[in-house]
C-alpha cells in the first residue's frame, strides 16, 4: 500500500464478507491553495481535475490533488492524486482508486468497494 493512502473504518465493516457492493456518498478534491470540490461520483471528479488542469496550463506539471472518499458505510480512503506527470494528464482518477483498493483488498477486505471502470 503506498505511503500517501490512508484507510480508517469506523467499525468492523471492513472485515465483513458481503456480497452486495458498497458506493460511494462523497469524493472531496482539494489543492492547496486553490480549489475544493465535493462531488459524489468519480466521472464528475474526472471532469474536475480536467477543468483545473486547463486553468493551471503550462504549469501543470507536478500538480498533484488531495482526496478523501467516503463511501456508504463509513469507510474513508484519504490520498494524494499526482494528476500531472511530465506535463500530461495520468489515468483517470477512477483508475487511480480502483488500482489502490486492488491492492489493499487482500489484506483490509476492500473488494466490495465500486469503482466504475
Known amino acids: 500500500m503506498p505511503s500517501d493512502t490512508r484507510h480508517e473504518c469506523p467499525h468492523d465493516m471492513c472485515a465483513r464478507d ?3 457492493p458498497i458506493d460511494v456518498v462523497r469524493i ?3 489543492m492547496p491553495a486553490s480549489a475544493t470540490a465535493l462531488i459524489s461520483e468519480y466521472r464528475s471528479a ?3 481535475l480536467a477543468q483545473w488542469a486547463c486553468r493551471a496550463g503550462g504549469g501543470a506539471a507536478g500538480n498533484t490533488v488531495d482526496y478523501e472518499i467516503t463511501f456508504f458505510d463509513g469507510y474513508v480512503m484519504r490520498g494524494c492524486y499526482p494528476f500531472f506527470r511530465r506535463g500530461k494528464l495520468k489515468r483517470s482518477f ?3 482508486v480502483r488500482a489502490l483498493l486492488r491492492q489493499g483488498a ?10 466504475p471502470t
Open 18 to 20: 458481503e456480497s452486495e
Open 28 to 30: 472531496r478534491l482539494s
Open 106 to 115: 487482500p489484506t483490509l477486505g476492500l473488494t466490495r468497494y465500486l469503482v
Open 46 to 48: 474526472d471532469q474536475v
Open 94 to 96: 477512477s483508475s487511480h
